[in-house]
């Protein structure tokens, strides 16, 4: 299964989100080619309701730690609740890193 699948499924299981986007951008990064090291998540979960950002980050990193733990590099994360995600759901682009 890949990196991709493995965050997805683990997101979904956790945090039961109503949108969830994880978009691997390891390619813009200086990795070998086909890497699944550098992802950006965006997820509107109620679970976030009421929590500040560090505490829904704070959420996906617990959802993640095995994989954080085996070679996931970076995680770019837009957390919302669903009610913020209706007024902004506008995530800005990931600066091209490639050095």
Do not use: Y
Request: charged content about 20%; overall charge negative.
């Amino acid at each position: 299964m890949s990196v991709e699948q493995l965050i997805t499924e683990k997101l979904t299981a956790a945090l039961s989100p109503s949108h969830l986007e994880v978009i691997n951008e390891s390619n813009n990064h200086h990795v070998p080619p086909n890497s699944e090291t550098h992802f950006k998540v965006i997820i509107t979960s109620a679970a976030f309701e009421g929590k500040r950002l560090l505490g829904r980050h704070r959420a996906v990193n617990e959802a993640l730690a095995d994989e954080f733990a085996n070679g996931l590099h970076a995680l770019s994360m837009h957390t919302f609740t669903p009610e913020e995600w209706l007024v902004e759901s506008n995530v800005p682009d990931s600066p091209k890193c490639k050095g």
